[in-house]
């Protein structure tokens, strides 16, 4: 019989994550319906999607932009994301001159409310440590490099602090509604390893 008929056993650490969880349910420790609420909350209905609204609404309203650079929590907090891991937040806008990069040192400090669960490479040590020592490395590797010309800067979240980047809105977007902004704006672009999509990459 071919071997496309059978399916690969899960990685260790995700058997290990399983038998843990079956192990928690059969204890009444953990109801299993309750985990896979909050999984799918943090993966899918939160995400990157409510910081992806927070970028629109920035790229559309100079008012809320200006708020959101320098009272970052409050401006955010106007658009009903606040929370744990979430409390106090400071936006970094990228410009033509500066690129700024978000990383966490000593662990993965992450801002949950408006970037969801935070990505596994995030929490990876080589991250954390190359990042903060040649920026432009990481950014090349992550297909985001920026001109020699433009500054990077790279900010070390931590339990006190977090950061998101605002990034730059993509040109070709002139008279575009929120909505459609929102589905330019990527995980990455938020972190600073990446880009928001072109119209074009959304058939615009």
Not at 60 to 74: V, Y
Request: glycine share 6%.
């Amino acid at each position: 019989m071919s071997d496309e008929h059978h399916t690969k056993p899960p990685a260790d650490i995700a058997l290990r994550v399983r038998a843990l969880e079956s192990l928690l349910a059969e204890r009444g420790i953990l109801e299993t319906a309750a985990l896979d609420e909050l999984v799918d909350t943090y993966e899918h209905r939160i995400g990157p999607r409510n910081g992806a609204k927070v970028v629109a609404r920035a790229w559309t309203d100079a008012q809320f932009k200006e708020r959101l650079l320098t009272h970052s929590t409050e401006a955010i907090a106007e658009l009903g994301f606040a929370g744990v891991q979430g409390e106090d937040m400071m936006v970094v806008e990228n410009t033509l001159d500066v690129h700024n990069i978000v990383c966490c040192t000593l662990c993965s400090c992450y801002p949950w409310p408006t970037l969801g669960l935070p990505p596994v490479w995030y929490k990876a040590a080589p991250y954390r440590s190359r990042v903060v020592i040649d920026p432009r490395g990481v950014l090349a590797e992550f297909n985001a490099s920026v001109p020699d010309t433009t500054e990077v800067r790279v900010w070390d979240s931590t339990a006190e602090l977090r950061y998101i980047v605002l990034p730059m809105r993509p040109d070709g977007t002139e008279g575009w509604s929120e909505e459609q902004l929102a589905e330019l704006v990527t995980r990455d672009s938020m972190i600073g390893t990446g880009f928001p999509r072109s119209p074009a990459e959304l058939g615009g």
